[in-house]
């Protein structure tokens, strides 16, 4: 038996996290089978993908349905993987068992993998998924037969990006080989009208017909290689920004999704700083981002900054000397053809970022993945002087550790600008150009709400997703600003609206666990213990839980993991 690793759709190399140099050259971008040289065996095929989709208000939907093709007459192990976005829940995962598939069951990560591992070694077919560094999915396939072929479907959710007149869905889609057989097929209800081409890289057959109530699009291709994201735009139709979910084991008690203006000034005074510090993240991960994407908001803000002093840092493993840049008139020429040369390898340390080293300054962009697999990894924020800037966070990685990302920008004041979410290099540009606007406070009048997220304070942006868990009828009062005196107040009414239906009400709870969750793993010391109780309550997977996909009862009962299948339950 040969040990495959199954780089697919979007998926990222993982460094080492060794300290003995060098480290290995990564695989070979997804998504393919890495093969070792000299091996002799033909690569594993992606032969049939089928995505689906389905948005309902705010809140999206997609499955991915992969079969692998194995061309060589020896049973293979591999491993898929798959890097989410920010926000996206692992709703479900299921495996190829004996011609059928079965779906995971989210348990704690150390019982997983001693059961994977026990029935591994009596040569029996379990399943095991879980989040790696990164946010990324991974699951290991065996066996993937000799001949044969091998399935596997991912079941993911997220709200939906507020663009003010619609919401908008994003799927990346980057594919390094053809993929045998590609079916897309999307659906939307709630709208009036049919949802619209985005301004990014749109697939010409993304074409949307009205059947009933609903709008679909849908289409097959053969040996295609698709190499852009996959996104669509859907016009606003009625009141949609806010859905709620009884808990089924305490009614009273509501799961609340709600979307909101934060009232921040729309051009209102920028920033203007004098000095500024850039750190860039060089390391090998660096070259699976899209850097003409990054280049060119930071061209449009360095216009938009017309004259300012940069110190420019370049980090790996250790940071470089800084560099020093003297902007004039807007013309960042010379920084950003520094950027583009730099070398992009080695492992990643974001403990190399010392904010001492570079002087005063008044504002820092940091721009990277968050990946750091190499010594230290927090950052030293604070200036030479003993102030603490407003530091701004910005990458356009597929694969990123969003919950230090997060934590950095939130601990200057700042945001996270995921450039997946923008179509506009200046429209992005003049975000970092904003002040520092933040949620102050949030509180419950009339009722009670807990597990709020994001916890004031916060930075925020134009739009906010809060998610809470409510009881009784009230509102919840947010309160917005730059902190200096003046504020904003919004209101969100629970607990007075008709409930979500059923089909829509688990989704409604897994996005407030994965929003709590996040906001939990944000913490400088994450309550790892919580984290594991509501991963394995909610069906979420998170850094202490694992999907486990068992082969026989007598396994699921050993372990005491109820399965899903209700042929199997009533066995168990």
Not at 88 to 99: C, I, K
Not at 169 to 187: N, S, T
Not at 284 to 296: I, Q
Request: aromatic share 6%; hydrophobic share 40%; net charge neutral.
């Amino acid at each position: 038996m040969y040990r495959l690793i199954l780089l697919l759709a979007c998926a990222l190399p993982t460094l080492s996290t060794a300290l003995s140099p060098p480290l290995p050259p990564p695989p070979p971008p997804p998504p393919q089978v890495w093969i070792s040289p000299g091996s002799g065996l033909q690569p594993i095929r992606l032969a049939d993908v089928d995505i689906q989709i389905r948005t309902r208000g705010f809140i999206a939907s997609t499955t991915l349905d992969l079969r692998f093709d194995n061309p060589n007459a020896r049973v293979l192990e591999g491993e898929f993987v798959f890097p989410l976005a920010a926000g996206q829940t692992v709703a479900g995962y299921a495996l190829e068992v004996n011609g059928t598939m079965r779906e995971g069951v989210v348990i704690d990560k150390e019982t997983a993998r001693v059961a994977f591992e026990e029935t591994s070694r009596r040569q029996i077919d379990p399943g095991l998924a879980e989040l790696t560094a990164g946010n990324v999915f991974r699951t290991r396939l065996y066996p993937i037969p000799a001949n044969g072929s091998k399935r596997v479907r991912l079941h993911l959710e997220a709200t939906l990006a507020d663009h003010g007149d619609s919401w908008r869905y994003l799927l990346p889609m980057q594919f390094k080989d053809p993929v045998g057989r590609l079916h897309i097929r999307a659906e939307t209800t709630l709208s009036a009208s049919a949802p619209l081409g985005d301004d990014l890289k749109v697939d010409p057959d993304l074409k949307f017909d009205r059947s009933e109530s609903a709008w679909i699009a849908e289409f097959t291709r053969e040996n295609v290689r698709p190499r852009s994201e996959l996104a669509f735009r859907i016009p606003k139709s009625g009141d949609q920004a806010q859905v709620e979910a009884a808990d089924v084991l305490d009614p009273s008690w509501r799961s609340v999704i709600a979307l909101t203006d934060s009232g921040r000034p729309d051009g209102g005074k920028p920033a203007q700083p004098r000095r500024v510090a850039v750190f860039v993240d060089a390391s090998a991960s660096a070259r699976d981002r899209d850097r003409k994407r990054e280049t060119a908001v930071l061209a449009a803000w360095f216009k938009a900054l017309g004259n300012v002093e940069v110190r420019l840092v370049a980090f790996r493993n250790d940071a470089d000397p800084a560099l020093r840049f003297d902007i004039r008139g807007g013309d960042a020429g010379k920084l950003l053809d520094t950027i583009a040369a730099l070398p992009l390898d080695g492992g990643s340390s974001y403990g190399a970022i010392k904010l001492s080293a570079v002087g005063n300054v008044d504002q820092v962009l940091l721009i990277g993945d968050g990946l750091s697999n190499f010594g230290d990894s927090e950052a030293d924020l604070v200036a030479a002087n003993g102030q603490r800037p407003s530091v701004q966070v910005m990458h356009a990685a597929q694969r990123a550790d969003h919950a230090r990302l997060a934590r950095i920008a939130r601990a200057g004041g700042g945001n996270v600008l995921d450039l997946a979410t923008q179509t506009d290099a200046e429209a992005a540009a003049q975000q970092l150009l904003q002040r520092g606007w933040r949620l102050l406070s949030a509180e419950a009048k009339g009722g009670e709400c807990r597990d709020i997220s994001p916890q004031a304070p916060t930075p925020v942006a134009f739009k906010l997703t809060v998610a809470a868990r409510c009881r009784g009828r009230g509102e919840l009062l947010l309160r917005f600003g730059y902190g200096d005196g003046a504020s904003v107040e919004r209101k969100i009414a629970f607990g007075q609206q008709e409930l979500a239906p059923a089909t829509l009400a688990d989704s409604v709870h897994r996005l407030w666990a994965q929003a709590w969750l996040a906001q939990l793993a944000s913490a400088p010391k994450p309550d790892s213990a919580a984290m594991v109780a509501i991963g394995k309550r909610y069906g979420v997977v998170t850094q202490g839980t694992s999907l486990l996909v068992l082969d026989r009862i007598e396994d699921y009962v050993r372990y005491r993991v109820e399965p899903k299948e209700t042929e199997l339950l009533a066995e168990y």
